[in-house]
């Protein structure tokens, strides 16, 4: 006989009060099991996004503030747009660090060409305000050629659509780094010569504009480096950097050797369908020294670069500074709260440098 739904539901077991229809079936435990799995896989893929957004990254707070610390600011390679971009740099970087009490030494070494000047006018311009400063303008070595190679072959398959014709990407990157290294040994020599530590490292490219104050400095682990979270492209940000003196920065900044004299640039790996960029090189590289890379010290401390001859309306950070595309889930996010309006006026009222 074809039972009815109030025969389903109301017919019950000898001794329970539990219908036969409540009982879950076995599809029904599928069906859970399935949505379960899916609801798991959304969620991992998710969490996978994220990871590749910031793959490295720490929600410690500062426990303990530096003051009246000894702060080495290191500089590099050309010096480009600094004649525009010095007033952010002064700022944002130095005036918030003596204002600490602390004792500031810029190091540079830079690359001797038409733009050189700038650094000398600018440091000129420091020492006034009680600023210390160690400056090279020697040129270095180019890069050696089979490790240009060797790291063009794994580099980002569309460098080569926009470097030069038989210009390699490999090597001025590389030139990049031997510049980064070769300033982190005036730091170091520094040291020893005035048998002190400096507390805190910045690693600071003179061809961008900053746009809001270098937070509070802490008492950092000299095992850590930290950099800014924003646009990792599956990496860590290179373009700035805060560490304490000590085995974490000399790694970090001893990327040239590692790659070019110790062979590393043949152990990096492969992405075949689009090939490594600099973010993923450095994260690589931090790991293969085991050390940790934290983001939470400059989570809003932002900047944007500065090409020559052009605008900073121009500049490849322009749909970045607008927060154009952006969400908290690509690496178009920008945390900056400073308009772009602001900082395009800004840069306008920025005085040149003079040359003496």
Request: charged share 20%.
């Amino acid at each position: 006989r074809r039972r009815g739904r109030s025969d389903r539901v109301l017919r019950r077991h000898p001794g329970t009060m539990q219908s036969i229809g409540s009982f879950p079936t076995k599809r029904k435990f599928e069906h859970r099991a399935k949505a379960k799995a899916k609801y798991a896989c959304i969620f991992l893929v998710l969490v996978g996004a994220l990871l590749q957004l910031y793959p490295i990254i720490s929600l410690n707070p500062c426990h303990v503030s530096l003051q009246g610390a000894n702060v080495a600011v290191l500089m590099y390679g050309q010096a480009r747009t600094l004649n525009h971009t010095h007033c952010s740099i002064t700022e944002h970087i130095i005036t918030p660090l003596l204002r600490a009490s602390h004792k500031v030494h810029v190091f540079v070494h830079g690359e001797l060409d038409g733009d050189s000047w700038q650094y000398h006018a600018y440091l000129d311009q420091l020492s006034q305000s009680g600023v210390r400063y160690q400056i090279d303008m020697r040129g270095l070595s180019g890069a050696a050629p089979q490790c240009s190679m060797a790291l063009d072959e794994k580099y980002e398959r569309r460098i080569g659509r926009v470097v030069k014709e038989g210009a390699s990407y490999g090597a001025e990157l590389l030139m990049q780094l031997k510049y980064r290294e070769s300033v982190n040994s005036l730091r170091k020599k520094f040291e020893e010569t005035e048998g002190i530590a400096f507390d805190a490292i910045i690693l600071a490219r003179p061809d961008v504009v900053y746009t809001s104050s270098l937070p509070p400095l802490c008492v950092l682990d000299d095992n850590i480096v930290h950099a800014p979270p924003w646009q990792p492209y599956g990496g860590i940000n290179d373009r700035f950097l805060v560490a304490r003196s000590g085995p974490a920065v000399d790694h970090y900044l001893g990327l040239y050797t590692g790659l070019c004299d110790k062979g590393f640039v043949t152990r990096l790996p492969r992405r075949w369908w689009k090939g490594m960029n600099a973010e993923r090189i450095y994260a690589w590289w931090m790991r293969q020294g085991g050390f940790q890379v934290e983001t939470w010290l400059m989570k809003k401390f932002v900047f944007y670069r500065l090409r020559r001859s052009a605008t900073l309306a121009e500049s490849p950070d322009s749909d970045f500074g607008q927060h154009k595309g952006a969400t908290i889930f690509n690496s178009k996010y920008n945390p900056s709260s400073v308009p772009w309006s602001s900082v395009l006026k800004n840069l306008t009222l920025c005085p040149q440098l003079t040359a003496s």
